[in-house]
């Protein structure tokens, strides 16, 4: 049979044996007027007052959006934030669009453009976060766990400070959305680390799905709350990245009112384990990296069977990354059994880490091959995992090598879809 994955900008066909289980979650239809209903949103909030009410002329009003990495649709969610700020008396220029980059890499101007708009880049008043830049950052307190707090600082004098994002499962903090806004993506770099920590990431509840409990998610809410947001706005998207809830208001209670709707059309109880598991990365823009792409990994990881395969598709157009620290810590380690030494090793902290942690945690129960145009045989294996050049075929060597009953899934939409076993 012949399934369609999300890849790249174009998505990909492959051929699978008949018997194969086609995984993906329940769809749900984009909402038929998405301004009206993040207007509605905006006036009706969830859990505190309108955002009309909270706001004044005069105000300095700071909104935070996500980074090309994901697939927040700000060109459209931003300018109806925007318009109703405005008919509140703000002005223009007292209106800052903060892109959320925790430690990412700044967009280019291009990219802006094609993350907000022309309008939005040319009117208003355009920051990218900078993790790395002691001038900008305002130093809070200790966390309860004993971390340290630095917090972007035009965020933190601003006189309004609106959060927004897209809700869907996240592999080691529950959920994306709510307090992530603030929590990697506008803290310093030493705050993203621990909060990321080799202890915080192990814990057996930093996993998809799971918040209560989980001491990566509670640390971030606590540092978002100690900022005080005044209002959140948080969508959920389907496969074709159109609207299919708006959660707007107080930043908890809204937040968990879209966890819950992503939980349920998201979220796939499974009755048993696969021998071999496709994936993707979900496509466009989360695909851009392999980095990224230990989402999709992970998600697979839920319904592999130990000593099992995965293969994943993922485009990778910006290859490792360049930046951060992934690619080089792999390439270092040289092993997985030397990778798994480093992270053994107490000692041990670096960006990027909680990435590794994962990875390995995967490849320890099952191979790892990489289906990817933007990366190369040699490229994907310096990251200590296997190259494959053609789906169809290497499910095929696959069936050969466990045996003619060989389990096989398919998870087109890659982790916009997790599976777990019932």
């Not at 700000?74 to 800052?96: F, H, K, M, W, Y």
């Not at 707090?149 to 996240?170: C, F, Q, S």
């Not at 621990?194 to 990566?216: E, F, M, Q, R, Y």
Request: proline share 6%; glycine share 8%; with cysteine.
């Amino acid at each position: 049979m012949q399934v369609d994955l999300l890849y790249g900008r174009t998505g990909l066909t492959i051929e699978l044996p008949d018997s194969s289980q086609v995984i993906q979650s329940h769809y749900v239809f984009g909402l038929s007027n998405e301004a009206r209903a993040i207007q509605n949103g905006l006036s009706y909030p969830i859990g505190c007052p309108s955002l009309a009410s909270l706001v004044h002329p005069g105000d300095t009003i700071v909104i935070v959006h996500t980074d090309i990495t994901r697939a927040t649709p700000n060109d459209r969610l931003l300018p109806v934030i925007i318009q109703e700020l405005e008919a509140s008396g703000v002005n223009s220029t007292e209106i800052t669009l903060l892109n959320g980059l925790g430690t990412h890499r700044p967009q280019t101007p291009v990219e802006l453009r094609q993350m907000l708009g022309d309008q939005l880049v040319t009117g208003y008043r355009c920051l990218q976060h900078s993790a790395f830049d002691e001038a900008s950052l305002v130093e809070l307190d200790q966390t309860s766990f004993g971390h340290p707090v630095r917090i972007n600082r035009t965020y933190m004098e601003a006189d309004v400070r609106i959060l927004t994002g897209i809700i869907e499962p996240h592999f080691f903090a529950g959920f994306s959305g709510g307090p992530k806004a603030v929590l990697p993506s506008l803290a310093g770099a030493e705050s993203v680390i621990t909060n990321h920590s080799i202890d915080l990431i192990s814990h057996p509840k930093a996993t998809w799905g799971v918040t209560c409990g989980n001491p990566v998610w509670e640390e971030m809410e606590e540092v978002a709350l100690r900022t005080k947001p005044n209002f959140l706005v948080n969508v959920t998207l389907n496969r074709d990245q159109a609207i299919t809830g708006v959660f707007a208001g107080e930043m908890t209670a809204a937040h968990r009112a879209g966890t819950e709707f992503i939980r349920e059309h998201s979220m796939v109880p499974i009755n048993q384990q696969f021998d071999i598991v496709v994936t993707t990365n979900s496509g466009y823009p989360l695909d851009q990296n392999l980095y990224q792409s230990v989402k999709g990994m992970s998600s697979a990881a839920q319904i592999v069977k130990p000593g099992g395969a995965i293969i994943i598709a993922t485009a990778c157009e910006d290859g490792f990354p360049e930046h951060g620290q992934y690619a080089t810590l792999l390439q270092q380690a040289g092993s997985l059994e030397r990778l798994l030494e480093l992270l053994a090793n107490p000692y041990f902290s670096a960006p990027d880490q909680w990435q590794l942690q994962i990875q390995a945690q995967i490849q320890q129960q099952a191979d790892v091959f990489v289906y990817s145009e933007g990366l190369t045989a040699e490229q994907i294996n310096s990251a200590l995992l296997t190259h494959c050049a053609d789906i169809s075929k290497k499910i095929s060597e696959l069936v050969e090598y466990y045996g003619p009953q060989a389990s096989i899934a398919v998870l087109p939409d890659g982790p916009l879809t997790v599976p777990y076993l019932a």
